[in-house]
């Protein structure tokens, strides 16, 4: 489950994507543009890693303005023997602050470093994946063995290849989703959406 999470981390938080060739693209590589030139302000992702009959949700919303952000996050996790008197799946929710280049949990303790697992690079680069096709605005790709980690920014451990779909609205990234089936027998998906609009952020004070 901690693999999802840093998954996660990487739709919602990083953006290094790398467009193939020089000069003005065209075709798969324009969809690898737009994501590169996009600059979100509102991030969010949805996700469920279903295993035995058992759903685990996931909500993560990132907001951001200028050069500060706030990150809020739900997730279902499994619950431990101690916690399983009341049921098998644990809640987890809060919300990370960045400001003025500092990191707080609780808007009181600010530190200049963040999870490791925040800063992972998500690496959107046509050689690296197996196949894929162009349907108007959406590039559908598929990439697998060690080129997993290096797209993904983790080892997700699939079992398999993994689905990518990269959709732009014909200028900026609006919606990357990412679906795979892991060795142990889960399926996870993960769709996060980007917007544009302006965002007023409130931290604690």
């Known amino acids: 489950m901690k693999k999802i999470i840093c998954l996660l981390l990487t739709l919602v938080c990083t953006f ?9 693209a065209t075709g798969e590589a324009a969809i690898i543009n737009m994501a590169n030139s996009a600059a979100p302000t509102k991030i969010t992702t949805i996700a469920s890693y279903v295993i035995d009959d058992e759903v685990y949700n996931g909500e993560y919303v990132m907001l951001v303005n200028g050069n500060d952000s706030i990150f809020n996050f739900k997730y279902d996790r499994r619950a431990s023997v101690a916690e399983m008197a009341d049921s098998s799946k644990v809640k987890e929710v809060g919300t990370v602050y960045y400001k003025n280049g500092l990191y707080s949990y609780d808007g009181a303790e600010w530190n200049s470093e963040a999870a490791s697992a925040i800063k992972i690079d998500f690496n959107l680069d046509l050689a690296l994946f197996d196949t894929y096709t162009l349907n108007g605005n959406t ?6 063995g060690e ?4 797209v993904l920014g983790s080892d997700v451990a699939a079992d398999g290849a993994v689905e990518i779909s990269i959709v732009t609205n014909g200028i900026y990234l609006s919606l990357i989703e990412v679906s795979y089936k892991t060795a142990t027998g889960a399926t996870v998906t993960v769709d996060t959406s980007y917007t544009y609009d302006a965002q007023e952020l409130v931290f604690p004070e």
């Open 16 to 24: 290094a994507f790398f467009a193939c060739g020089e000069g003005e």
């Open 139 to 144: 590039l559908d790709a598929t990439v697998s």
């Open 147 to 150: 080129n997993v980690a290096k």
